[in-house]
């Protein structure tokens, strides 16, 4: 390992000493580069040594941090999820106990004192599984959904009131995966009640989101292009990328043909109010995609020349700027000055005045104000809206008050579609074939009416209203729910007989005031969480009232909800394992990196300390080398 050439041949002695200097500090700067990366066990200290290993390095050791951060939650998450499997676990021993309970007090093999004693057992099972719900890990709540600072569960005098929301939080599992690692209290319990949305149909606006069309799917644009003939074409292709609104569409297309000898105008069409419309000033109009794009296409525009464009529908899902005169193709919800929703949930009635809301934003905002523990939100979907009571152990309905504004929402609980064997919490009514409805009218005569047929609430109202038309009238209640009747036979009472199919109905009594007086029954379609807590305080209290009817119903809702929960406790251990596997690999993955890294940046000791013993001892010998040649004269070859 020669540090360089001295060169002894016919050189003046002022450069033989300048090249024994050279090599003399060539040798010294390499035998310190070894040392260095020795004592610091790195090839490299500075980036100018080799940029493309400290490009690469740079790129590893980020890696490496990114892989490190994420499987760091790893632990946090696996611990999050394995509490709320254990609390979910304890939930779900809760209701299997209560499932025994329930056998042993329904029926008549338990006596009252009994069931009292039954009930007094369930009621200190509900603050079991309040205390599992409202379990922490590490100071965060398992199930209040992404609020984890909240406890989600809160006992209220005889109900339960969830306190959290429905999201799920999110963790980084791979450095570009998410994954939910939480458990909402009503995926889990079922905290809230969950009706399903009606469709609401909104017509298109000016200020629709591109990102709301095809229900909620949104569509991709590029260009379009539109050819106005009146003799003489006029082609625009024009761009579309940038457009979020409907009422960007029209500016641009519109703006394209300004100042041409025709123009186009673009609006929402009438004959279809989810579709668009572009008319030329005259001739005709054809929209076609340009090059391989599909805008015309996704905008269901594409046509050829015609005189007017009408576009099929866009479908707008419903989202919070959606106005409420667009609802329901543009109906709306009909007048809200002086009427609006009423709301009764448990104890509490409310009247939500609806009167100068002008977008569903404003709707859910008012419904939230009105009443803090009911939850109101637009179903995922975009279909319609979410609105459902937080209280478990309560009835919950939302009806009309003198309007149309819940039934135009989507909203009323009681309509002409409900199903009968839905009514009373799912007992439904029974009609006995021969034994009809007996309604003694006003004028003193007796109406017997044959239900049998009916399955629906507006089968019924058809039914009633069939029997003596335009004098005997049956609808949905004005006010709040049930089934109205009004008789302008007489001026006697109205009543009807408290049979069992009445009261089922909840249309049984008397009204007395007269030919106008409306006799307007009781809403006997009342929901419900249904979830455990639901379910729990209301086996307490089927026990406490000796109701082995309520107590029927409740056994298979039991056996559902235990059903639930092992559903949930199986979603989880899936989460738990797709975690381990990205952990096992990402495990793989830092090992891998951090031998490449090694490879790349950190030193070879053995190598490095042969080729320092090697170096030290070309130095030394090249030092003895030189000295000995810097002190040759002539004499020494005479």
Not at 117 to 130: C, D, F, M, Y
Not at 160 to 167: K, T
Not at 293 to 313: F, H
Not at 600 to 611: C, G, R, S, V
């Amino acid at each position: 390992m020669a540090l360089g050439n001295i060169g002894i041949g016919r050189m003046p002695n002022s450069l033989l000493y300048s090249n024994a200097n050279r090599d003399l500090q060539t040798g010294t700067s390499l035998i310190s580069r070894l040392q260095q990366q020795i004592n610091t066990q790195q090839k490299y200290n500075l980036l100018s040594e080799n940029p493309t290993a400290t490009r690469q390095t740079s790129s590893l050791q980020s890696l490496l941090e990114r892989v490190q951060g994420v499987r760091s939650q790893h632990t946090f998450n696996q611990g999050f999820l394995s509490a709320a499997d254990n609390a979910l676990g304890a939930v779900n021993d809760v209701v299997v106990q209560a499932k025994g309970i329930l056998q042993t007090g329904i029926g008549s093999t338990s006596t009252p004192e009994e069931k009292i004693g039954l009930a007094n057992e369930v009621a200190t099972l509900i603050q079991s599984a309040l205390n599992s719900a409202n379990t922490q890990y590490q100071d965060r709540y398992l199930f209040s959904g992404t609020a984890t600072g909240i406890s989600p569960f809160e006992r209220a005098g005889d109900t339960v009131i969830y306190r959290g929301n429905s999201g799920e939080v999110q963790a980084f599992v791979d450095v570009n995966q998410l994954v939910s690692t939480s458990l909402s209290g009503i995926d889990a319990f079922g905290g809230i009640s969950q009706p399903n949305a009606t469709a609401l149909s909104p017509a298109l606006e000016l200020t629709t989101p591109l990102s709301a069309l095809k229900n909620g799917a949104g569509v991709n644009l590029s260009s379009l292009t539109v050819t106005v003939d009146n003799g003489t074409p006029i082609e625009k292709t024009i761009d579309l990328r940038t457009a979020a609104t409907i009422g960007d569409l029209k500016t641009r297309i519109e703006a394209a043909f300004a100042g041409e000898a025709e123009t186009v105008t673009v609006d929402i069409d009438p004959l279809s109010p989810g579709g668009l419309r572009i008319t030329p000033s005259n001739g005709t109009v054809a929209i076609a995609n340009s090059g391989s794009g599909t805008t015309a296409t996704q905008l269901r525009l594409a046509t050829g020349p015609v005189a007017v464009a009408q576009g099929g529908s866009l479908e707008p899902a419903v989202t919070l700027s959606t106005s409420v005169a667009a609802l329901n193709g543009g109906v709306g919800i009909g007048a809200t000055a002086g009427t609006g929703l009423q709301i009764v949930n448990g104890e509490t009635t409310t009247i939500v005045d609806l009167d100068g809301a002008t977008t569903v934003q404003q709707v859910l905002q008012r419904i939230r104000a009105a009443d803090p523990n009911v939850s109101a939100e637009i179903d995922p979907a975009g279909r319609g809206l979410i609105v459902g009571t937080r209280l478990s152990g309560a009835n919950f309905s939302i009806g009309e008050n003198g309007g149309t504004n819940a039934t135009g929402l989507g909203l009323r609980t009681f309509t002409g579609e409900t199903s009968l064997s839905q009514l009373n919490l799912g007992k439904g009514v029974v009609f006995t074939p021969g034994s009809p409805i007996s309604i003694t009218r006003r004028d003193g005569t007796t109406t017997n009416i044959d239900l049998s047929s009916a399955s629906t609430i507006q089968d019924v109202l058809n039914l009633f209203n069939a029997a003596d038309p335009g004098v005997l009238t049956a609808s949905l209640n004005a006010v709040g729910n049930g089934i109205s009747l009004t008789d302008s036979s007489g001026a006697g009472p109205l009543t009807v007989a408290a049979t069992e199919s009445a009261i089922a109905l909840g249309i049984d009594g008397t009204e007395n005031t007269g030919a106008t007086g409306v006799l307007a029954g009781d809403d006997v379609n009342p929901q419900r969480t249904g979830g455990v807590f639901d379910l729990l305080i209301s086996l307490e209290n089927a026990l406490r009232s000796n109701d082995n009817v309520e107590l029927a119903r409740l056994s298979p809702l039991l056996e559902k909800a235990s059903g639930q929960i092992t559903i949930a406790r199986t979603e989880i251990g899936t989460r738990q394992q797709l975690i381990d596997e990205v952990g096992n690999r990402l495990d793989d993955q830092n090992l891998l990196t951090k031998e490449t890294l090694s490879n790349i940046f950190d030193t070879d000791l053995t190598e490095a300390a042969t080729q320092l013993l090697q170096l030290r001892q070309v130095y030394e010998a090249s030092m003895q080398l030189t000295a000995q040649t810097l002190q040759l004269s002539i004499l020494n070859y005479l």
